[in-house]
């Protein structure tokens, strides 16, 4: 199993109230010079809040919500050093609770 760490706010403010485009293009770009593969990526509605033992922290976030996952948490803490107002956590995945740590919840409508 891989440990996986978060970053989870409201889509209205990690995507729309914060420049993280910017940020996350500027990690990416750094990444590529170093040859380093990316570890992080922007999931809406992160499907690992419906595990159990993630309901307190899926109450406490609005809806809906948008977490970035990354396997580097050096990078989730200065993530959460910038934003402030978000939740930060970590989960196990894959497993039967997780089955995939990327994964959204689809919703119809």
């Known amino acids: 199993m891989q440990k996986y760490y978060y970053v989870l706010a409201s889509q209205r403010f990690l995507l729309e ?8 293009k500027e990690r990416t770009r750094h990444y590529h010079e170093q040859e380093k593969e990316i570890d992080f990526w922007v999931v809406k509605q992160p499907a690992f809040l419906e595990a159990p033992q993630m309901a307190a922290i899926k ?22 050093l ?10 196990q995945a894959p497993s039967p609770e997780i089955p995939d740590a990327l994964a959204s919840v689809v919703t119809v409508s």
């Open 82 to 91: 910038r934003l402030e107002y978000v939740i930060t956590g970590e989960f």
């Open 59 to 80: 109450a406490k976030c609005p809806q809906p919500a948008v977490a970035i996952i990354s396997t580097d948490s050096q990078f989730i803490t200065w993530l959460k």
């Open 17 to 24: 109230e914060e420049p993280m485009e910017e940020v996350l």
